[in-house]
């Protein structure tokens, strides 16, 4: 089965710090997405993509940029971090009708 | 933009009982999927159904894409139902997977 790997899963960083969340799949899939999930909220698309250096604006990109590097990996940057960005990210990939998602990146903004 | 818009918002339910959650999506462009998510955990799919009617196990999900509806039934429910079913859709002309705001089911012993 494929897999998602995120890292790191759980991060503390000050208001205005430089954060990167990483995302790799090991099965080549084409799409892959960055999501945030906060309580009321389900998962909100920040970014997607269909391939590597490809990028696509999801419906919550203010302060987040992202990165297809290759077709395994993809990274979500927070260049100044605000403490609204606190949340749940997850990344997750797919190819066809089946979607494969990582365990998550808790992310903590003091 | 894309709206998915899922009802209840929770649901308590006592073991064996049915549980009937609904999504309405805005775009008929889509491919709709249901999905779980055990508390605190991460999501696994559970059904694919761009229309129709589709089951696997206890599951049975029934799409009317041009009502813009779908409809997730779980039978004889048990406590490790318990968590968050999301239903998504995929925009076939964008590639953007967009997700409603969830169910929260608790199933009581």
């Known amino acids: 089965e494929a897999a998602v790997t995120q890292s790191p899963r759980n991060k503390v960083t000050v208001t205005g710090g430089n954060v990167t969340l990483s995302c790799r799949q090991t099965?080549?899939?084409?799409?892959m997405y960055w999501y945030r999930q906060d309580t009321g909220h389900g998962l909100r698309l920040i970014h997607y993509?269909?391939?590597?250096?490809?990028?696509q604006i999801g419906d919550v990109p203010d302060g987040y940029k992202a990165t297809r590097t290759t077709q395994e990996d993809f990274f979500l940057l927070l260049e100044l971090a605000s403490p609204s960005q606190t949340s749940l990210y997850f990344c997750?990939?797919?190819?066809?009708?089946?979607?494969?998602f990582g365990e998550g990146s808790r992310l903590i903004v003091v | 933009g894309q709206q998915v818009q899922q009802s209840p918002a929770s649901l308590v339910l006592q073991e064996g009982e049915n549980a009937e959650l609904q999504c309405n999506f805005s775009s008929t462009a889509t491919r709709l999927q249901w999905f779980y998510q055990r508390p605190g955990g991460s999501l696994v799919s559970l059904l694919y159904?761009?229309?129709g009617t589709k089951h696997t196990g206890r599951l049975t999900s029934t799409t009317v894409t041009k009502e813009r509806r779908s409809s997730l039934h779980i039978s004889s429910s048990q406590t490790t139902d318990s968590g968050t079913y999301f239903c998504a859709i995929y925009n076939t002309n964008t590639g953007k997977l967009t997700f409603g705001d969830g169910t929260v089911l608790t199933v009581k012993p």
């Open positions: 099965n080549s899939h084409n799409y």
């Open positions: 997750a990939s797919s190819v066809g009708n089946t979607l494969y």
């Open positions: 993509s269909y391939g590597a250096g490809n990028l």
């Open positions: 159904n761009p229309s």
